[in-house]
């Protein structure tokens, strides 16, 4: 109930400000109130008012931000991977961005390094060519050679995107910085008391007194040794080191913060690749803070998951994700993590108090 009420008081903040006309952006268009009848079916893509989701090509078309909003709705109410499935299997040949991700890190590859997106709501509606639209503007994930980008195209060039003309030589396309990065090494934490290993009992909310410093993208360690400090077993010979980190990032029209733990292995010339598996791994998260939409009213936030799995060479869930016609942030002031991996009888935790 706290998420529905969120969004529904994020949804009339954009609506008040409409009127007042404080919108930043004065083409977009100001979304009523969703009623309850107009709410996504089990499978997401029929309303009373028509279709709201559709195929066009390789990505898939949203008839506004309020349909793409409670498709997200949908997919996070998914509590197995048959239903993502099934409701996937409604689009013939269309592939998903995370379908299309790499298992390999830091390789001797020629190919151009895969913009990785830490979040499986988003990258299941993403499709494989980087593209999604709502509305009348297709979005088109690129690269400039230093950052990610989100080229907005309008609708009317469709043509000209699909005849692989570059995204930022079509007329009308705009196109902006994205929080993606996956720093270059990831940063310590200054302060020993925020990272502890084992983790001690404490409940997952506990947060310090200090208010977390913003950064984007995505912030945590890499592991090589289990708890008691000895290397991890080796997989046919090649090391195997466990990444773990929280995630801020942001879209246009989206943003989100989450978690994830995945194990590599090392394989010299192929680079570090996910080919290993962890036998169990049990991950928590609590954050709080706000919903930032540039000169509206800032929306607080309070937000908390858990999840397991096993036999998996990976484990994410999205802690707090927020939709919206205008530039919108997820800005956490506190962001906890807790995380304990069972990797071949040898145990390895982490819990980050920020």
């Known amino acids: 109930m706290e998420k529905l009420s969120t969004h529904n008081r994020l949804w009339a903040i954009v609506a008040i400000a409409g009127l007042l006309g404080l919108s ?33 090509h390789d990505w898939l078309s949203f008839k506004d ?31 998903t961005w995370k379908s299309g991700e790499p298992e390999e890190v ?47 195209v309008p609708q ?7 005849k692989g003309r570059e995204p930022g030589f079509i007329t009308g396309t705009i196109a902006h910085q994205i929080g993606l990065h996956l720093m270059p090494f990831f940063p310590k934490w200054e302060d020993n008391e925020r990272v502890v290993t084992p983790y001690p009992v404490s409940e997952i909310c506990n947060y310090p007194n200090q208010v977390l410093f913003p950064w984007w993208g995505q912030k945590g360690d890499y592991i090589y040794q289990d708890n008691n400090g000895n290397e991890l077993t080796k997989d046919n010979g090649r090391n195997v080191r466990i990444d773990y980190h929280r995630w801020r990032v942001g879209f246009l029209f989206y943003s989100s913060a989450g978690v994830r733990v995945k194990i590599y292995k090392d394989t010299r010339l192929g680079g570090w690749m996910s080919t290993v598996k962890m036998n169990h791994v049990f991950l928590e ?14 929306v607080p936030y309070n937000a908390q998951i858990s999840a397991s799995s096993s036999n998996t060479n990976s484990l994410e869930r999205t802690v707090k994700w927020v939709a919206a016609p205008l530039h919108v942030e997820v800005l956490p002031h506190h962001f906890n993590f807790n995380f304990t991996v069972n990797y071949k009888g040898q145990l390895i935790s982490r819990f980050i108090r920020e």
């Open 24 to 56: 930043s952006c004065k083409n977009e268009p100001v979304m009523a109130p969703t009623t309850e009848k107009q709410v996504l079916q089990s499978k997401g893509t029929l309303s009373e008012s028509g279709s709201i989701i559709s195929q066009k």
């Open 65 to 95: 931000i309020r349909a793409f909003e409670s498709t997200v709705t949908t997919l996070e109410s998914f509590k197995e991977p048959e239903e993502l499935e099934q409701w996937l299997s409604q689009f013939k040949g269309f592939k």
């Open 106 to 152: 830091g390789g001797n590859s020629d190919q151009e390094v895969r913009i990785d997106i830490p979040d499986a709501l988003l990258t299941t509606l993403l499709s494989a060519s980087g593209r999604i639209q709502i509305a009348d503007t297709i979005y088109q994930l690129g690269h400039d050679h230093k950052a990610p980008l989100l080229f907005a």
């Open 156 to 162: 009317n060039k469709e043509a000209d995107l699909l």
């Open 285 to 298: 998260a609590c954050s709080k803070g706000i919903i930032l939409v540039p000169g509206l009213i800032p």
